[in-house]
Structures are given as structure tokens and as C-alpha cells.
């Protein structure tokens, strides 16, 4: 079978960026005979044949304690990186409003023709700094609501569980 890869880094589909910032590249992988190379592309979102850049992953081994979890034969292993936004676009800075799509792809060493596997897409915005902290903003006050929320059935479940325990 083809290798499974797994994006754990960016946990999203779609992810906004700044010019400057970096993007954390986390993946898992599994094959039932080994893991050959993992690579990474990144390609204009407007223009799917343009390929901006790409990149070879290192990856090792997943320790022996985790990797028995489930079928002992499969070869698992991880691999990570930090891609610099400014050095991933042909220009020097990153243009906000620019539009990417990042890929892991992996292949294994299965004879004579191997498998190869993507990942699932990661579309990348550049945004503005501005932009950026709005936004960072915005998820921060529907937590804070969240937690508020969390909290107050929390209370009301607190009483409801006095009360019983009360009469009782």
C-alpha cells in the first residue's frame, strides 16, 4: 500500500500568515515497508503548476514504546520543520494577499515502482501585521465567551448538585 501521511502541523486548512513569520510543518507517516523521502511543496494557489518552492523533510523513526501501538510491521516515523515565510516566495517579502498551497508528499521504497502519498492541502494567506492581530484578537474574545460559557453551567450544575446533595 501507499504511505499515509498525517498533518498534524498546521492542524488547519487554511491558515493566514505574515511576512516575516514562519510556518510550523509537523507530519506523521506510516508504510508498510519504509518511508523512501519526504518532501514538501509549495505551489501558487492561483496557478497550481507554478511551484514557488520545495524542500526535503528529515524524518526519524517514532520511538519503539509509541510505534507498538497497533500493527508491529509498519514503519512509522515523524518529520518537522519551520518554513520562514519571506524564504518561501520568489520576492524577498512576502506580498499580503498572496495565495499558497503547501503539500507533503512521501514516498516508500516499495520495488519496482514505489508508492507515493500526499498529504491533505494547506492553503496559505499572506495577510497584513494588522490583519494578523485582528484576527488573533477576534479568536481570543469567542474563547474568553467560550470559557465564560463553560463556566457558568459549571456553577449551575454546582448548585444543582448542592441542592441534591442537601436533600439528601
Do not use: M
Amino acid at each position: 500500500r501507499r504511505p499515509e501521511v498525517f498533518l498534524l502541523a498546521p492542524s488547519h486548512a487554511e491558515v493566514d500568515v505574515v511576512a516575516g513569520g514562519a510556518v510550523p510543518l509537523h507530519v506523521r507517516l506510516e508504510d508498510d515497508f519504509a518511508i523512501a523521502d519526504v518532501r514538501w511543496d509549495l505551489r501558487n494557489a492561483v496557478d497550481p503548476d507554478e511551484t514557488l518552492s520545495e524542500g526535503i523533510l528529515t524524518s526519524r523513526p517514532v520511538p519503539r514504546d509509541l510505534s507498538s501501538l497497533g500493527s508491529a510491521s509498519r514503519d512509522r516515523q515523524v518529520a518537522r520543520t519551520r518554513l520562514e515565510v519571506n524564504e518561501l516566495c520568489p520576492e524577498d517579502v512576502a506580498a499580503a494577499g498572496s495565495r499558497w498551497t503547501l503539500q507533503v508528499v512521501a514516498r516508500d521504497n516499495r520495488e519496482p515502482l514505489p508508492g507515493s502519498s500526499q498529504s491533505a492541502p494547506v492553503h496559505l494567506r499572506v495577510v497584513t501585521g494588522d490583519e494578523y492581530l485582528r484576527s488573533v484578537k477576534d479568536q481570543l474574545a469567542r474563547a474568553g465567551e467560550r470559557a465564560g460559557t463553560v463556566y457558568e453551567q459549571g456553577r449551575s450544575q454546582l448548585t444543582f448538585l448542592q441542592s441534591v446533595l442537601a436533600s439528601l
